[in-house]
């Protein structure tokens, strides 16, 4: 049995039994953050407070859904957005932030590969990341599932027909996952249970760990120095906190985190209010229909560049450049050769291969909305390629990087 | 100054990806068609002056109109109900008591002359289908014909509701009712709406046994519009949403631009009405509109002090870190 | 040091502007709660009266909840007019009165069952019994059923909305708001 002695104070006798001050210094007051960092840094917080502003509308949304396919799509449009006291503001705040929140993912996730933060070290925090971005993938399709619009019946039946397999023809799989033959309401029920419960579960399981792979190799800087914590939080506690290199998370951190995240909320506020079209999709307000696919169906913009490498090949090549894609990005610590951890900008070819990725990545994520077609469809093609090229290109290049 | 550099690389990025997955694939995705303002080019200009007493003699009289059409407001009961006269016509005749402000007088001119041709509909009915339209034209009581029709016309416009008598809902319903139902309930001005079906607004009813008739008759009259028109027509409850303003005004004005072949006929509406009408639209799918723009306008406002007062904070704690 | 206290009155300034979003927040969370409008529309139940018979209970249903309806025999109506607490609590629709309650004992909620022989209410969950005119006799009920809103309408009651009589047994103490 520990010593206890009587408390002094309310926070005294919650710190002999939850440590709280031994909490708030390790997590808050001395958590160390280099000084040289930019708004960039701020993303995390970002997608931090947009993943509550999706769990908390998501709340109110489950108050009143239907997950039936006869009272699905009326329980979204009529109950909530026209009867619900504010049902109209979480619903359209839910969709707005499910779409901006993948903008983030990839501004945060391309912050990371131009500083090199996934390497010498830090690999854990860039699997964990990539981790979490499936998780939100899945998170978001289950949960276009659930308004069970056109759009969403059609892009269920779509991509579970890939688990088929191509040439595989494996039906029985599909039916399976599915539930029934075709989307229905086993399919709408069961995708609702991993949108509301076992997927947000697992995202929250994976931000724990993404956190605490940060921990140790402590955040990175725009430079990839490699600080000395210890002397640099040395100083700071001594009083000299401007000639120190590092800041504590809180408050310095926090207050820039903070100015970053009220200017991405003034943006997103505005997209909820005035222009949300591209998050709501005007074809997903036709109730399912399943003798009928509308004329352009095609996924949500943060899916277009993956599904665009699934289209101008052959059915089983399209598979497999698209399971290709899929797990690509999990092998980037691996794939680089060199042990350069600094920015882009100072590695050679990785410069360019880093700006030839982000440009094919948007070619592709446009190619992929258009109708496939005439000059299109030919970009597409190449700019599937490109993507698979460059990938195998990456480990040549930065083999024979120089040493930074 | 580097940070704003990356700002600028970031956001052009996001601007440049944004614009060619929306607006620019949706160009390639969607025709435009832009609204001619409901002039309706292709149909003849009046030329008559019409006279309102005589108009009603025809109407009640030669032009045989009462054979078919209701005038609630003129006392004048339809000759059948709903559900026989659509298995007999394919679709309900509408009441002409709000015609005359509802519909362009061009267009009805060109109606009551000849129908299949007003509606755009001659694709379906003429030598070579040898369908005939429901609606028989109207080749005159003896007199010059022009001036016949102008002056049913002219009497349409008399009994009709005038400036703002005509409701959004009424509109919709003459204009669309008989062929759209709306199952959305709304509440305008205090007052709530039932659903809307294609015979009425459905009443509420204490035992199942009299619901359940009720919607027989529905599904009766529904099946024969799917006779009449090959495919029933979509409800329209979520449609200002799903389609938007501009294409259900450029829609209903003509309906061949978007769906070539389509059995939906011009509905002839004057400028007026179609604003009604998709302000009915908007009561029924986007009832929240105005409170999302009030909400929205004073969330825009305190979020830019939030900004200010979360910038005020940081400046004053990096002071000391500079 | 010098600048702590501005530094801390601006922290506490940003949380106090944080906390005025976090309020409306709520607000609008508060709201969503609300009961919906169909809901509260759905509050009005007409009742017609006319086939019924003397002492034979009728159970009718408003916002989901059982109503009682006993038409008062010749017999019934003097035995409640020797008691000025019976007699309040009965409605008079054209020539016949009516004991009408929210069938749900005021105590916690079970529906009582009516004994026409002995013209009493008996509840089976704690013994509690209510007179013809439903006024509690025995506990541990704390009174007697609740009567709806009501307003008389010719020979019909529409329940809900709040006429003349129903008024004045709220402010004579005869019912509770229910």
Redesign the interface.
């Known amino acids: 049995m520990a010593h206890f002695t009587k408390a002094t104070s309310l926070h005294d006798w919650l710190n002999q039994r939850l440590a709280v001050d031994t909490l708030r210094r390790v997590l808050a007051t001395e958590y160390w953050i280099p000084?040289n960092i930019?708004?960039?840094w701020a993303m995390g917080m970002v997608l931090a407070i947009t993943f509550a502003i999706l769990l908390?509308s998501g709340i109110?949304l489950l108050?009143y859904y239907q997950p039936n396919v006869d009272l699905a799509f009326?329980s979204v449009?009529?109950?909530i957005?026209?009867?619900?006291?504010?049902?109209?503001?979480?619903r359209?705040v839910h969709g707005v932030a499910a779409s901006v929140v993948f903008?983030i993912i990839y501004?945060h996730m391309f912050t990371g590969i131009y500083y090199g933060s996934y390497k010498k070290g830090r690999e854990m925090i860039w699997i964990s990341g990539m981790l979490l971005f499936v998780a939100f993938s899945a998170e978001a399709f289950s949960g276009y599932m659930l308004p069970w619009g056109q759009m969403s019946y059609w892009a269920g039946m779509v991509i579970t027909n890939l688990f088929s397999g191509g040439s595989l023809h494996a039906d029985g799989l599909v039916e399976w996952i599915r539930g029934d033959y075709v989307p229905a309401q086993a399919f709408l029920n069961r995708f609702f249970m991993l949108h509301v419960l076992l997927i947000p579960v697992a995202i929250m399981g994976l931000i724990g760990l993404h956190f605490g792979a940060l921990r140790i190799p402590h955040v990175n800087n725009q430079d990839g120095e490699e600080l000395d914590f210890e002397a640099e939080a040395a100083k700071y506690k001594s009083g000299d906190?401007?000639g120190s290199k590092v800041?504590a998370f809180v408050?310095?951190f926090m207050?820039?985190d903070?100015?970053v995240?009220?200017?991405y909320?003034?943006f997103f506020?505005?997209l909820?209010?005035?222009h949300f079209d591209?998050a709501m999709d005007?074809?997903?307000?036709?109730?399912a229909d399943g003798l009928k696919t509308p004329?352009?169906i095609y996924p949500e913009?943060y899916f277009?560049w993956s599904y665009e490498i699934l289209r101008p090949f052959s059915t089983n090549v399209g598979l497999m450049a698209f399971a290709f894609a899929q797990v690509i990005f999990m092998l980037l610590p691996f794939l680089d050769r060199s042990p350069n951890a600094v920015p882009a900008s100072r590695r050679g070819l990785f410069k360019f291969w880093f700006w030839a990725m982000?440009v094919d990545m948007?070619v592709l994520?446009?190619m992929g909305?258009?109708?496939p077609s005439g000059i299109?469809s030919t970009i597409g093609l190449y700019a599937a390629l490109t993507f698979i090229g460059l990938w195998i290109l990456l480990p040549i290049i930065t083999m024979f990087e120089k040493k930074a | 100054m580097k940070e704003l550099f990356i700002l600028a690389v970031v956001t052009t990025f996001t601007l440049v990806t944004y614009y060619l997955v929306e607006p620019f694939a949706h160009s390639h995705m969607h025709k435009h068609h832009e609204s001619e303002k409901f002039v309706y080019e292709d149909l003849p200009a009046l030329t008559k002056q019409g006279d309102v007493a005589r108009g009603k003699d025809l109407v009640m009289g030669a032009g045989a109109c009462v054979g078919c059409h209701a005038i609630k407001v003129e006392g004048m009961a339809a000759p059948m109900d709903a559900v026989t006269s659509a298995s007999a016509y394919g679709v309900n005749p509408p009441d002409l008591s709000d015609a005359g402000s509802v519909f362009d007088a061009k267009f009805l001119a060109a109606l009551i002359k000849n129908p299949a041709h007003a509606l755009m509909l001659e694709h379906k009915y003429n030598d070579k289908t040898g369908k005939t339209f429901p609606m028989p034209p109207f080749y005159g009581a003896g007199g010059d014909l022009d001036q016949e029709i102008a002056d049913m016309v002219a009497y349409l416009q008399s009994i009709a509701p005038k400036g703002e008598e005509l409701t959004p809902k009424m509109a919709f319903e003459t204009a669309c009712g008989r062929c759209h139902a709306v199952h959305y309930q709304y509440e305008k001005d205090g007052e709530r709406h039932p659903a809307w079906t294609q015979i009425g607004e459905h009443p509420t009813f204490k035992h199942k046994q009299d619901e359940l008739a009720y919607e027989t008759q529905v599904l009766d009259y529904q099946d024969s519009l799917v006779k009449y028109l090959g495919k029933l027509p979509p409800d329209l409850s979520m449609y200002i949403r799903s389609r938007g303003e501009h294409f259900l005004s450029t829609f209903a004005e003509n309906p061949q631009n978007y769906l070539k072949g389509t059995a939906m006929p011009r509905v002839g509406l004057n400028a007026e009405a179609a604003e009604k009408v998709i302000e009915h639209l908007a009561d029924v799918g986007d009832s929240k509109r105005h409170e999302r723009d009030a909400v929205g306008k004073n969330v825009m406002i305190y979020i830019i002090i939030f900004a200010i007062f979360a910038l005020l904070w940081k400046k004053q704690v990096w002071k000391e870190l500079h | 040091m010098k600048d702590n206290s501005r530094r801390g009155f601006m922290g506490k300034a940003f949380g106090a502007v944080a906390g005025v979003g976090a309020v409306a927040s709520l607000y609008a969370m508060k709201r969503s709660w609300d009961p919906l409008p169909s809901v509260k529309a759905a509050g009005f139940t007409t009742i017609d009266m006319s086939g019924y018979k003397d002492n034979e209970l009728v159970t009718e249903k408003w916002r989901g909840k059982p109503i009682f309806v006993l038409k008062q025999s010749a017999e019934m109506l003097a035995k409640a007019k020797t008691n000025p607490k019976d007699l309040e609590r009965l409605i008079q629709v054209g020539d016949s009165h009516f004991m009408v309650c929210v069938g749900l004992c005021t105590h916690l909620g079970c529906i009582p069952g009516y004994r026409p022989d002995t013209q009493d209410f008996l509840c089976a969950c704690h013994g509690g019994m209510y007179d013809f005119t439903a006024e509690v006799t025995k506990a541990p009920p704390p009174r007697g059923l609740d009567i709806p809103p009501f307003k008389i309408d010719g020979n019909k009651l529409v329940l809900g909305e709040e006429g003349p009589e129903y008024k004045k047994m709220l402010e004579s103490g005869t019912t509770l708001k229910v």
């Open positions: 000084k930019n708004f960039l908390v109110f108050m009326d449009n009529y109950t957005m026209q009867e619900v006291g504010y049902g109209w503001l979480w359209h903008l501004i906190k401007a800041i408050n310095d207050s820039k903070m100015m995240v009220s200017i909320l003034i506020f505005y909820v209010f005035f591209f005007p074809v997903n307000f036709d109730p004329a352009h913009w277009l982000l948007i994520t446009a909305k258009v109708p299109f």
